[in-house]
């Protein structure tokens, strides 16, 4: 019987810890993990941005929505802040009219700032690159390891089992109860929660579900060395209204990307040095800072599904089996109130109402959109 779960988790990153260590609480949850540690794969890869105005509308619900969380975390959950704010300025570049249109329209709490402003909050900026700039005071920076630990402790400490190096093999649907077979044993439960990532189609396949079509899409982040320039620091995030280019700093250095969103299959990402170079040749259009080196790099995979807002809920053809997927560039940000929302689906309970309020259409997050 040691083998036998309420509900299994198939996948340790932000999306598959934040939901167990909820489910935990009342239910015996077990998470399986294919690699030898949890946040191998997306969730240790992100820019650790907290961005309320950016992403589809249940995103911006969701993100809302653990803005208190991420502030005001319960008592003992963290060792520390889960978010430090940082504030984002917007540029409209030369033709990205269109994007500034958009951001107006979804995006709240925006304030419009003058060159002269602009340069205050970011000295390098490149005079004339802006035809209009955009403060967004909301933002910040996300402790993205602290967050994944304290849900995997949270889990922990609600009796949750984790197994690294527990790829789930095959899964078997057995009457009413899910088997899976992985390298550290066979599992049972009666809920199977697919909450791997870019995989999230991979494992509904082995599972005799219909897939989604998520698309997995490579990012390529570079760190740059900012020697010499004043106050970097206390820089803001800044980017484009066309999302063609972004960068932040990060521990004394800058991070640049040219938002690359290049479809590939699931697998270890890694960095393409053709869309840091874009991205840095953007940076320095925009800005007077000259790179001469690159100091590291990384990449990682944005898992989207057709209509680019995350799947939550049971499949409506197979009992029993439960989608967390397709968070794309906005799983951490997202992650404290779509795992109380997802949680509260599995459990068959009301969804949190401060969810609802902050304007979550569940339709537009379920699996039925694609049935
Ligand atoms: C470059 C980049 C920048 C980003 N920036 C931000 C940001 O600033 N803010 C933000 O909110 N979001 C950001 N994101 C997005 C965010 O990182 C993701 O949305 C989030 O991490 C997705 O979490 P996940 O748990 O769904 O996926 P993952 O972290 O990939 O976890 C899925 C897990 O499932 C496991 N798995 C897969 N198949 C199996 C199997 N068969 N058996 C067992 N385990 C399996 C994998 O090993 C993996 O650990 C960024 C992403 C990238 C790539």
Redesign the pocket.
């Known amino acids: 019987m040691a083998n036998n779960f309420d509900i299994i988790v ?8 934040s939901v167990a260590a909820h489910l935990a609480e009342t239910k015996r949850v077990l998470i ?4 030898d540690r ?14 309320p105005n ?1 992403g589809p509308p249940p995103i911006l619900a969701f ?1 809302r929505a653990s803005h208190d969380f991420f502030m005001n975390p319960p008592q003992g959950f963290s060792d520390g802040p889960l978010l430090v704010p940082r504030p984002s300025l917007f540029f409209e570049a030369e033709g990205q009219e269109i994007f500034t249109e958009r951001l107006l329209a979804s995006g709240s709490g925006l304030e419009e700032l003058s060159e002269v402003q602009a340069l205050k909050h970011f000295p390098i900026l490149r005079k004339g690159y802006a035809k209009r700039t955009f403060l967004d005071p909301q933002t910040g920076d ?1 402790d ?1 390891d602290l967050l994944h630990r304290s849900y995997l402790k949270l889990f922990k400490s609600r009796r949750g089992q984790l197994f690294n190096n ?4 095959t899964i078997l649907r057995m009457g009413k109860v899910w088997e899976v077979i ?1 390298p550290q044993g066979i599992f049972e439960a009666e809920i199977l929660i697919n ?6 189609d ?2 509904a396949a ?1 599972a005799g579900v219909k897939p989604i079509r998520l698309q997995p899409k ?4 570079g760190v740059i060395p900012v020697d010499g320039i004043q106050g970097v620091a206390d820089f803001p995030l800044v980017t484009d209204v066309g999302e063609t280019w972004y960068a932040k700093p990060q521990s004394g250095k800058m991070i640049v ?1 040219s938002a690359d969103t290049t479809p590939v299959a ?1 697998h270890d ?1 890694y960095a393409d040095d053709m869309a840091i170079a874009e991205g840095i040749e953007r940076l320095m259009t925009a800005t007077t800072i000259q790179v001469n080196h690159l100091d590291h790099s ?6 989207f599904a057709p209509d680019g807002s995350p799947v939550a809920g049971f499949d409506p053809h197979t009992e029993g089996f439960f989608w ?2 397709g ?9 404290p109130a779509l795992s109380r929302t997802a949680t509260a689906m599995v459990l068959n309970e009301n969804l949190p109402q401060d969810v609802i309020d902050a304007g979550l259409n569940l339709a537009e997050v379920l699996p039925d959109r694609y049935s």
């Open positions: 198939i996948g340790a990153g932000i999306a598959g810890a399986l993990e294919m690699e949890p946040g191998f794969h997306t969730t240790g890869r992100s820019a650790a941005t907290f961005e950016y993100t996300l993205v527990a790829v789930a093999e992985t909450a791997a990532g870019a995989w999230g991979v494992v082995k490579r990012r390529s982040i990307s699931p990402a990384w990449g990682g995979l944005r898992t967390l997927v968070q794309g560039g906005y799983g951490i940000q997202s992650a």
